[in-house]
């Protein structure tokens, strides 16, 4: 009998420790569940919140640029056949991208609108420079102010960018960019209303770019000049100019160092 009660005692006993055991075993996973599932949501969170950082920095912040750029320009006469090659040219603007979508695709692109509030450009082609201006000449005096081309343009249109890694971002643009453009050509004055096409690339680290883009345009000129077979003693002041037109095409590569902020 003592036996007996020692075999159901000991049973008892291995059952109710067994029972503790996976009690305990129980209790200890439900734990380590929990600080996984705490530790993933930490994870998350901090991926989120590194996420909307880069964001920040990427793609929220230095969207406006000011570019400044070295270019080479080429006039076109299209009625007469002239062509003229800049000696030195450049170009400065300013802007902002739009961006069109809050989140980049991918983590990695996005599409914008850019507008270019104003450029000013300036070339220089080859040419002499000379005034000759006789006072006691009856005729009219030999004048040559050389070659150059002013251009103020708006800009708007498409573009897309690229980040690849950390602060790096590679865009590409398309936009439209109708001018106000006015060519000297010796004593003649030309001005007209070009609708231009610019497009590029640049690549950006942080708030600093580079880029090359191209830009072309034709426009039907009006010009003036003074009359060269003026006679001073008996024409009027409304004879002393005489009026041309003139279809020019203009095109030129840019060379831009950009800033961003």
């Given at each position: 009998?003592?036996r007996?009660?020692h075999?159901?005692?000991t049973a008892?006993?291995?059952?109710?420790?067994?029972?503790?055991?996976?009690?305990?075993?129980?209790?200890?996973?439900?734990?380590a569940?929990?600080?996984?599932?705490?530790v993933?949501?930490?994870?998350?969170?901090?991926?989120?919140?590194?996420?909307?950082?880069?964001?920040?920095?990427?793609?929220?912040?230095?969207?406006?640029?000011?570019?400044l750029g070295y270019?080479?320009y080429?006039?076109?006469?299209?009625?007469?056949?002239?062509?003229?090659k800049?000696?030195?040219?450049f170009?400065?603007?300013?802007?902002?991208?739009?961006?069109l979508?809050?989140r980049?695709?991918?983590?990695m692109?996005?599409?914008?609108?850019?507008?270019?509030?104003?450029?000013?450009?300036?070339?220089?082609?080859?040419?002499?420079?000379r005034l000759?201006?006789?006072l006691?000449s009856e005729t009219q005096?030999?004048?040559?102010?050389g070659?150059?081309?002013?251009?103020l343009?708006v800009?708007?249109g498409?573009?897309?960018?690229?980040?690849?890694?950390d602060?790096?971002?590679?865009?590409?643009?398309?936009?439209f960019a109708?001018?106000?453009s006015?060519?000297?050509?010796?004593?003649?004055?030309?001005?007209?209303?070009?609708?231009?096409?610019?497009?590029g690339?640049?690549?950006?680290?942080?708030?600093?770019?580079?880029?090359?883009?191209?830009?072309?345009?034709?426009?039907?000129?009006s010009g003036a000049s003074?009359?060269d077979?003026?006679?001073?003693?008996?024409?009027g002041?409304?004879?002393?100019?005489?009026?041309?037109?003139?279809?020019f095409r203009?095109?030129?590569?840019r060379f831009?160092?950009?800033?961003?902020?």
């Amino acid at each position: 009998m003592n036996r007996i009660l020692h075999i159901v005692f000991t049973a008892a006993a291995f059952i109710a420790f067994s029972a503790a055991h996976v009690q305990a075993q129980t209790a200890s996973d439900t734990r380590a569940d929990s600080l996984q599932q705490a530790v993933d949501e930490l994870s998350a969170e901090k991926k989120k919140l590194d996420i909307e950082k880069k964001n920040e920095q990427v793609w929220r912040r230095n969207n406006k640029y000011f570019n400044l750029g070295y270019a080479l320009y080429t006039l076109d006469n299209r009625d007469l056949g002239n062509r003229w090659k800049s000696d030195f040219a450049f170009m400065l603007n300013s802007g902002r991208t739009f961006y069109l979508h809050h989140r980049p695709i991918g983590g990695m692109v996005k599409f914008g609108i850019d507008v270019t509030y104003l450029e000013v450009s300036y070339a220089k082609y080859s040419s002499g420079t000379r005034l000759s201006l006789d006072l006691d000449s009856e005729t009219q005096p030999d004048i040559n102010l050389g070659t150059h081309q002013i251009d103020l343009s708006v800009q708007a249109g498409l573009s897309v960018a690229v980040n690849p890694i950390d602060r790096l971002k590679i865009s590409s643009h398309c936009r439209f960019a109708p001018a106000a453009s006015m060519v000297i050509i010796e004593d003649e004055f030309n001005v007209a209303f070009v609708p231009y096409v610019n497009f590029g690339g640049h690549i950006a680290w942080r708030f600093i770019s580079v880029g090359v883009e191209g830009m072309i345009g034709t426009g039907r000129y009006s010009g003036a000049s003074v009359n060269d077979d003026l006679d001073i003693e008996s024409d009027g002041f409304s004879d002393m100019f005489s009026i041309s037109g003139h279809r020019f095409r203009s095109s030129s590569v840019r060379f831009i160092l950009g800033f961003h902020f």
